[in-house]
């Protein structure tokens, strides 16, 4: 499996940023995709996360903010964030929970792309 970002930058605060991940399963089940940042010093964190079954998940700080999706076709995930606050500064890294085996997952990490909001 392999992920690829793009879509990071510099943005004003205010405005809006997306970031897209190419998702390379090669023959591997995905049963998850998401969105995580990380800023020096703290443990990454889950900002959206979608479900094979379509069910998403959001952090607080961006909930309502915010909208994870997935193109099935070009196989990418997506992260639409909009109102960015210097608080959405960070790396962004895709992700994506694969089933190897029964009852057996592994996380696979992109790359991370870095947003940085200006206020």
């Known amino acids: 499996v392999q992920l690829v970002e793009s879509g990071g930058g510099l943005v004003q605060a205010g405005g809006s940023l997306r970031l897209s991940c190419a998702v390379h399963e090669n023959g591997v089940p995905i049963i998850e995709r998401g969105w995580f940042r990380q800023v020096p010093g703290a443990q990454r964190e889950m900002v959206a996360t979608?479900?094979?079954?379509?069910?998403?998940t959001y952090s607080d700080s961006v909930k309502g903010r915010s909208t994870i999706s997935r193109d099935y076709a070009a196989r990418t995930v997506s992260l639409q964030m909009n109102k960015l606050v210097p608080g959405d500064s960070g790396v962004y890294y895709c992700?994506?929970?694969?089933?190897?085996?029964?009852?057996?997952?592994?996380?696979?990490w992109g790359q991370g792309t870095q947003v940085t909001v200006a206020s």
């Open positions: 992700k994506a929970v694969a089933i190897i085996d029964i009852g057996k997952r592994r996380d696979y």
């Open positions: 979608i479900h094979s079954s379509g069910t998403t």
